[in-house]
């Protein structure tokens, strides 16, 4: 494959789990911001629902939208830090790729911590990924 | 058509289009830059998904704060 004959001194193990790296990412970042919508969406439309069935008092109802708030805005800032992190890795990759050098471990390191905190934060919103989960 | 439609519509498409780059990239052997052009637009496109995600999530914000008034 085209990505085992980067040059740049790069271990031929380091760029198959970047290569491998990049397409789980894209396949999370590409889950999670498709089901934050959903889920989202659902649970305005259940806390809504609560409180009209009168299940659930009109506080009640604001506190737990809000606290649902901040943890999907911390998924969101998530999933743009794990793009932001695929953008930079598939740059290293391509410099590599041009023989330009380029800190390929450094790049794949950051993008499994992105990776990593965006599965998280996914999870705390209630978001599964398929094939992570 | 709503932010949400928006997402839905269009979110599933770019990733594809950045998966299928990725693919592409892997198992070419020439032409590298337009395959990676094509992966940088779609990636970019779906920065732009993530806006209209916030987006729909501030109007569901605001629908909530306007309950019961």
Same mark, same amino acid.
């Given at each position: 494959?085209?990505?085992?004959?980067?040059?740049g001194?790069?271990?031929?193990t380091?760029?198959d789990?970047?290569r491998?790296?990049?397409t789980i990412?894209?396949?999370?970042f590409?889950?999670?911001?498709?089901?934050?919508?959903?889920?989202?969406?659902a649970?305005q439309k259940?806390?809504?629902g609560?409180?009209?069935?009168?299940?659930?008092?009109?506080e009640d109802?604001?506190?737990?939208?809000?606290?649902f708030?901040?943890?999907?805005?911390?998924?969101v800032?998530?999933?743009?830090?794990l793009?932001?992190?695929?953008?930079?890795?598939v740059?290293?990759?391509?410099?590599?790729?041009a023989k330009l050098?380029?800190d390929l471990?450094?790049?794949?390191a950051?993008?499994?911590k992105?990776l990593?905190?965006t599965?998280?934060a996914l999870h705390d919103v209630?978001?599964k990924?398929?094939?992570?989960? | 058509?709503?932010a949400? +439609?928006?997402?839905v #519509?269009?979110?599933? $498409?770019? @990733?594809?289009a950045?998966?299928? =780059? /990725?693919d592409e990239?892997?198992q070419?052997k020439?032409?590298h +830059?337009a395959?990676? #052009?094509?992966?940088? $637009?779609? @990636?970019d496109a779906?920065?732009? =998904? /993530?806006?209209n995600?916030?987006?729909?999530?501030?109007q569901?914000?605001a629908?909530m704060a306007?309950l019961g008034?």
């Amino acid at each position: 494959m085209a990505l085992l004959t980067f040059a740049g001194g790069c271990a031929a193990t380091t760029i198959d789990r970047a290569r491998s790296s990049v397409t789980i990412s894209v396949g999370v970042f590409s889950a999670g911001v498709e089901s934050l919508d959903k889920v989202d969406a659902a649970k305005q439309k259940d806390l809504i629902g609560q409180y009209r069935a009168g299940k659930l008092s009109l506080e009640d109802a604001k506190a737990q939208y809000a606290a649902f708030s901040e943890k999907f805005e911390v998924a969101v800032t998530a999933c743009m830090a794990l793009w932001d992190a695929i953008k930079v890795t598939v740059s290293v990759i391509n410099a590599a790729d041009a023989k330009l050098g380029g800190d390929l471990p450094a790049a794949l390191a950051h993008l499994t911590k992105a990776l990593a905190e965006t599965v998280q934060a996914l999870h705390d919103v209630g978001v599964k990924i398929p094939g992570v989960d | 058509m709503g932010a949400e +439609a928006i997402l839905v #519509a269009v979110v599933p $498409a770019l @990733l594809k289009a950045v998966a299928a =780059a /990725i693919d592409e990239y892997n198992q070419s052997k020439s032409d590298h +830059a337009a395959i990676l #052009a094509r992966m940088d $637009a779609a @990636l970019d496109a779906a920065k732009g =998904a /993530i806006a209209n995600l916030q987006s729909a999530h501030a109007q569901r914000v605001a629908e909530m704060a306007a309950l019961g008034k």
